[in-house]
């Protein structure tokens, strides 16, 4: 057992596992009985009380919960049983801005209580994490921020998110993919030297404060059907794109504080290692592919080990809260025309995956909400492509493409990892 400090500054265990809550806090009814009364602030500030509450005074958790959630999260109907939560309102326009502004002011928080001396953030992108931590974490005192990414296997604006921004953000391309990437960063919490001469810690969803709040949107998505719903639906599913499991793991994790989840399902591209897992009952890494939903091009989730330990090792109990379904690029591509063409709502390829299982695996009587997690111009080539014409791109995301990128090539080998980390340092 260790403090919340020791979990969020260390982000990984010493023996290479993850840390997990000692315990999981119920919601009271009365918080269920005033959901719809309440701001996403609000619920959010609740909700991390009963992850954090008991290691950070509540004013300054409340603080840091109002700081990250300076943005509208809404839910949307699309068409009659099927809603979509936009995540991607955000600064970098992607679900992954409320982890990673949370745990930037997380860490700030014990680093300006001089409970923590000045940290350096290692994190691995498959794109859109890379631009969230880099912005949360940008122009914060005492902590410095290492971007590993797969060179040319994510899109140009996710790229320029983190390599245009200088100050305490360091980007770094790998020549490898996101797996290779993540590697790295796991192999360097082992490295006893590199942890003696530099205080590490990892901003991917493995840190406890990159993927607990996101939890909060799905209260605030069960919340906002209430009110939208002409009746209190009976069940309700989440269908959610899945990469390396973080976001539907803080999902099983809302369901087992109480939130009336009736089930998951999980939307996958060609990379869909938990979807056999779920119809075989075996774990297989493998190498990963890539396609046009580059943010699940993901061949060895971290994440798994944490759903494993929810559910205790029971293979079934997990199957009987989760489903999945995998679809290749054709198949988004697909999606993300018809879509656009019959009901005039446009897609990223991942919330494109995420409709697709939706669809699929909705049962009667259900309702169902798909997470969108990116804004669609953040893949601008793929989408129009799909739609053959231009889409707009929103200002903020157009200017960064206006800055000149800086980042520092390397290859995937550890030791000249290693040697570039302290030099950089």
């Not at 919601?27 to 954090?52: E, K, N, P, W």
């Not at 949307?76 to 991607?88: A, D, R, T, W």
């Not at 980007?171 to 590697?183: K, P, S, V």
Request: proline content about 4%.
């Amino acid at each position: 057992m260790v403090s919340l400090r020791e979990a969020v500054v260390k982000g990984l265990a010493p023996d290479r596992g993850l840390y997990m809550p000692e315990t999981i806090g119920q919601l009271s009814s009365s918080f269920y009985d005033g959901i719809t009364g309440m701001s996403l602030t609000t619920l959010a500030q609740h909700v991390a009380r009963s992850f954090f509450g008991e290691d950070i005074p509540q004013k300054e958790l409340d603080a840091i919960v109002g700081d990250t959630l300076n943005f509208d999260i809404p839910l949307v109907k699309v068409e009659e049983g099927i809603y979509v939560l936009e995540l991607f309102h955000g600064p970098t326009f992607a679900f992954k801005d409320v982890g990673a502004r949370f745990m930037a002011r997380m860490l700030s928080y014990f680093v300006k209580k001089k409970q923590q001396e000045d940290v350096k953030v290692l994190v691995a992108t498959s794109g859109d994490t890379g631009s969230a931590v880099a912005n949360g974490f940008l122009g914060v005192e005492g902590i410095q921020v290492f971007v590993l990414y797969p060179s040319g296997k994510v899109s140009d604006i996710q790229e320029a998110q983190f390599t245009t921004l200088g100050q305490n953000i360091v980007a770094l391309e790998i020549d490898g993919t996101f797996d290779d990437c993540q590697a790295l960063v796991k192999a360097a919490f082992m490295d006893e030297e590199l942890n003696i001469q530099l205080n590490l810690t990892s901003a991917n969803s493995i840190n406890v404060a990159r993927f607990l709040p996101q939890s909060f949107y799905y209260f605030h998505a069960y919340a906002q059907l209430l009110k939208q719903a002409q009746a209190p639906p009976e069940k309700v599913v989440f269908s959610v794109p899945s990469g390396n499991l973080g976001n539907l793991t803080a999902g099983l994790f809302a369901k087992r504080m109480g939130l009336p989840a009736d089930r998951f399902i999980a939307a996958h591209n060609r990379n869909d290692v938990f979807r056999d897992y779920l119809q075989t009952g075996k774990y297989s890494p493998r190498a990963s592919v890539q396609t046009v939903a580059n943010a699940m091009d993901v061949g060895a989730p971290s994440n798994f080990d944490r759903i494993l330990d929810l559910y205790d090792h029971d293979h079934q109990a997990i199957a009987n809260d989760i489903s999945a379904y995998r679809y290749d690029d054709g198949e988004i591509k697909k999606t993300i025309r018809s879509v656009h063409q019959n009901i005039n709502y446009l897609l990223d390829p991942h919330g494109a995956c995420a409709y697709l299982a939706l669809k699929e695996g909705l049962q009667t009587g259900e309702t169902g909400i798909f997470l969108a997690t990116a804004h669609p111009a953040k893949f601008r080539e793929t989408v129009e492509e799909c739609l053959g014409e231009q889409i707009r791109i929103p200002e903020a995301l157009e200017a960064f493409m206006q800055r000149k990128k800086e980042t520092h090539t390397l290859s995937n080998d550890f030791n000249l990892f290693k040697k570039a980390l302290i030099n950089l340092s």
